[in-house]
């Protein structure tokens, strides 16, 4: 008999999800149809709400869609004991590393303020700085962040990142532990945040940690919005302490059309899109897991639910 996969995409992809799973031989049951749960094997999900993982009884791995886990937090979400996977696939990586290099070289290149200069028909040639007396530093270095480091690496820019343990990565400098983060922040004229949201990194994006960067730097927060002290943002920004933003993620989504962040002129606005699990790869990454699965193998990228990510 067939196993079954449950699926939640949270995104209006779920035919491309299916013709995969149906390829790799899984019968696929959509979320809103998913009728008796005793038949189910495997979940894919985004967002799922409570109660209904835990009364899957035969459940034997639930799979993040996204590389973020904060969504499967809350009572009763995840049952215990089932394994919980995260998504790591490369067109999520490379989604991302697209993103990242975008909104940097926007900055670098001081796009803004060229096109605000464009809407003055303003004509004020000046020297580009070279990329490598730009400093870039990156909150998280994990598969999303190493990545980024290593393309800005590849551009030539003065790469630093923040993570929980030392990192080794060419051309890149190692910040890590708490104590370290006030260096990082001090070098940092463009920020990027790639962190995970835990206990641990909610509001890192604040007033105290704004006021330790260069005055004039950028922030780029693809991570999370609950990261993001978005008021503390705001009144950096009308300061000069941070002079522009490029922003994927917030405290609410969809953004309420009544945020002021939507109409400022030096934040750029994206719908939590900086990058999406392709279902080609994503699948392929599924797929794999259930393969180990059956052979008793150990999972790849399983992850501690009480570690936060
Ligand atoms: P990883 O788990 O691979 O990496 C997380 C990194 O953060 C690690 O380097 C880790 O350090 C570091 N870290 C975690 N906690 C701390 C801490 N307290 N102090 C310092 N460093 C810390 O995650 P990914 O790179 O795959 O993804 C990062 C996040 O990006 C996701 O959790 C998600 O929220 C977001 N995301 C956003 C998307 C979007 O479209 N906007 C798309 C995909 C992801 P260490 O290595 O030492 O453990
Ligand atoms: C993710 C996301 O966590 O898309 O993958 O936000």
Redesign the pocket.
Known sequence: MKETLLLKTGLECSDEWRGEFERFGLEVREWRARGDLRGIDYALVWAPHAGVLGACPNLKIIFSI?????HLRGENVVPPGVPVV?M?EPM?TAG?TEYVLFHTLRFHREMPQFESEQRERSWRQRQPRPAAQRRVGI???????AASARALVTLGFDVAG????E?HIDGVRSF???AQLPELLARSEILIC?????A??ENILNAENFARLPKGAYLIN???GRHCVEEELLAAMESGQIAGAAL??FQTEPLPETSPLWAHPRIYVTP?????TLPQTGAAHVCENIRRFRAGRALTHAVDLAR??
């Open positions: 996204g590389a973020g886990l904060d995260r790591v999520l991302m909150l998280g270095l994990g598969e999303l962040g923040w993570s929980r343990s990192k890590f532990g708490a790639l962190l995970p949201l835990t641990q990194t693809a991570a999370r994927d993620v939590h899109i900086a990058s999406i936060g990510y």
